[in-house]
């Protein structure tokens, strides 16, 4: 068999081998292999930190850091002149700001809830010129110059709006998350119907305004979900509003004696247990 010519694969070089090559070439003055090593994991590590800084200083430009205390800095912004609750107010807000987050966020309104933010359920109902919109789907600079009435604005605590006291005396409410905009949806709604408006169940539309059912109630108040149930008692109000007989409060405060009853049954009741 010929001796054919073949390729030795190339082997490293011993650690000697690399010590010489250094030294020839340190006598000729150039970078040895051992600084190169060394520049190259040195520029490695200052690369990787560089690209870390400049990401960081992108991420501090995009979202300027406010001063503690200091307001964030307002984008695409726009005055808005309203009149809450019998106020004229001037905001400068982020044109996009909806209505229900410059109550909330801007005017510590809070009565008005955020409960789905897309239309859902009602809690952030509100009148403005007093027909009831969903401040969560209602743009501020879409209001300009309008007036708006918030839960705050219904009634005062030494008097309340007469909505407020017929859903207290139906029992209208359980955990009240819901009752700020049932309260003014119920306003709004009371509105329409004085004004003859038609509902979607009113059997005949052209004979004049429609008799308040509690069909017609419900089919009116369905935008405003209640998650505890209290429908029936919803209902009971406005028609005590409606009708303006003021029905029999339909609960009352426990005695001392019903409370000191009930505590004695519990302690009974503890006991055996
Ligand atoms: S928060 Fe506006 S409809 Fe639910
Ligand atoms: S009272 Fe609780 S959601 Fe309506």
Same mark, same amino acid.
């Given at each position: 068999?010929?001796? $054919?010519?073949?390729?030795?694969?190339?082997?490293?070089?011993?650690?000697?081998?690399?010590?010489?090559?250094?030294?020839?070439?340190?006598?000729?003055?150039?970078?040895?292999?051992?600084?190169?090593?060394? #520049?190259?994991?040195? #520029?490695?590590?200052?690369?990787?930190?560089?690209?870390?800084?400049?990401?960081?200083?992108?991420?501090?430009?995009?979202?300027?850091?406010?001063?503690?205390?200091?307001?964030?800095?307002?984008?695409?912004?726009?005055?808005?002149?309203?009149?809450?609750?019998?106020?004229?107010? &001037?905001?400068? =807000?982020?044109?996009?700001?909806?209505? +229900?987050?410059? $109550?909330?966020?801007?005017?510590? =309104? !809070?009565?008005?809830?955020? /409960?789905?933010?897309?239309?859902?359920?009602?809690? %952030?109902?509100? $009148?403005?010129?007093?027909?009831?919109?969903?401040?969560?789907?209602? +743009?501020?600079?879409?209001?300009?110059?309008?007036?708006? !009435?918030? &839960?705050?604005?219904?009634?005062?605590?030494?008097?309340?709006?007469?909505?407020?006291?017929?859903?207290?005396?139906?029992?209208?409410?359980?955990?009240?998350?819901?009752?700020?905009?049932?309260? %003014?949806?119920? &306003? /709004?709604?009371?509105?329409? &119907?004085?004004?003859?408006?038609?509902?979607?169940?009113?059997?005949?539309?052209?004979?004049?305004?429609?008799?308040?059912?509690?069909?017609?109630?419900?089919?009116?108040?369905?935008?405003?979900?209640?998650? %505890?149930?209290?429908?029936? #008692?919803?209902?009971?109000?406005?028609?005590?509003?409606?009708?303006?007989?003021?029905?029999?409060? @339909?609960? @009352?405060?426990?005695?001392?004696?019903?409370?000191?009853? @009930?505590?004695?049954?519990? #302690?009974?009741?503890?006991? !055996?247990?």
């Amino acid at each position: 068999m010929p001796n $054919l010519p073949h390729d030795d694969p190339p082997r490293s070089p011993s650690p000697d081998a690399a010590a010489r090559d250094d030294t020839a070439q340190d006598r000729a003055g150039g970078p040895t292999r051992r600084q190169f090593m060394l #520049g190259s994991v040195a #520029g490695g590590i200052g690369g990787f930190a560089a690209s870390l800084l400049a990401q960081e200083s992108a991420l501090a430009q995009r979202v300027p850091e406010p001063a503690e205390g200091a307001p964030a800095a307002v984008l695409n912004p726009v005055e808005v002149t309203l009149e809450i609750n019998g106020t004229p107010r &001037v905001l400068s =807000l982020d044109s996009r700001t909806v209505l +229900l987050d410059a $109550l909330r966020e801007h005017l510590a =309104l !809070t009565g008005s809830k955020k /409960g789905c933010d897309q239309g859902q359920c009602g809690a %952030c109902t509100v $009148l403005v010129d007093g027909r009831r919109v969903l401040s969560c789907l209602t +743009l501020t600079a879409s209001v300009q110059g309008r007036k708006v !009435t918030t &839960v705050e604005g219904l009634g005062s605590e030494e008097r309340l709006h007469p909505i407020q006291s017929a859903f207290i005396a139906n029992d209208a409410f359980q955990c009240g998350y819901c009752t700020p905009g049932q309260l %003014c949806s119920a &306003v /709004g709604m009371l509105a329409e &119907v004085r004004n003859g408006d038609v509902s979607h169940v009113t059997a005949d539309v052209r004979a004049g305004a429609p008799a308040l059912t509690d069909q017609e109630i419900r089919e009116r108040m369905s935008g405003n979900l209640c998650r %505890c149930g209290a429908y029936p #008692g919803i209902v009971a109000a406005v028609h005590e509003v409606h009708s303006g007989r003021q029905a029999q409060q @339909a609960w @009352a405060y426990a005695t001392p004696i019903q409370i000191a009853q @009930a505590r004695s049954a519990d #302690g009974d009741a503890n006991e !055996t247990v």
